[in-house]
């Protein structure tokens, strides 16, 4: 089973630019589809990004497409969220996931085998 650990969460200033970290160790990622989600206070967990394991496609959420971007660095074991252009209703914890059988990318957190713990974002504005 992978284990994930994000961070790079903290408090930021609506405008700022963050960028989050999933390190993961156990398995290779390379292999998965990876996935980082945030669900915000008293809302339903939900999807942000997604990088398929050919490292060829990745979706993203309309609400941060053009804002954030997802990448894979297969040699660290880790992916990334870089996310600009931040605006208060980014304010959530953020979770990665891993779905270790899929063929494609999905959107339901339910698909999703592996998660880290969350980092918290908040934007102020």
């Known amino acids: 089973q992978v284990q994930l650990i994000e961070s790079g969460g903290g408090l930021v200033q609506a405008g700022d630019s963050l960028r989050l970290s999933c390190a993961a160790s156990?398995?290779?990622?390379?292999?998965?589809?990876m996935g980082w989600f945030r669900q915000g206070p008293g809302t339903e967990r939900e999807f942000v990004a997604a990088?398929?394991?050919?490292?060829?496609?990745?979706h993203y959420a309309n609400s941060v497409k053009a804002r954030f971007t997802m990448s894979r660095d297969s040699a660290k074991n880790t992916v990334y969220l870089q996310m600009s252009s931040l605006k208060p209703e980014d304010t959530a914890v953020y979770y990665c996931?891993?779905?270790?059988?899929?063929?494609?990318?999905?959107?339901?957190?339910?698909?999703?085998?592996?998660w880290g713990q969350g980092t918290q974002v908040t934007v102020s504005s």
């Open positions: 996931a891993a779905d270790v059988d899929g063929d494609y990318i999905s959107v339901l957190p339910s698909d999703f085998d592996s």
């Open positions: 156990g398995r290779a990622i390379r292999n998965y589809i």
């Open positions: 990088i398929h394991w050919s490292g060829a496609t990745t």
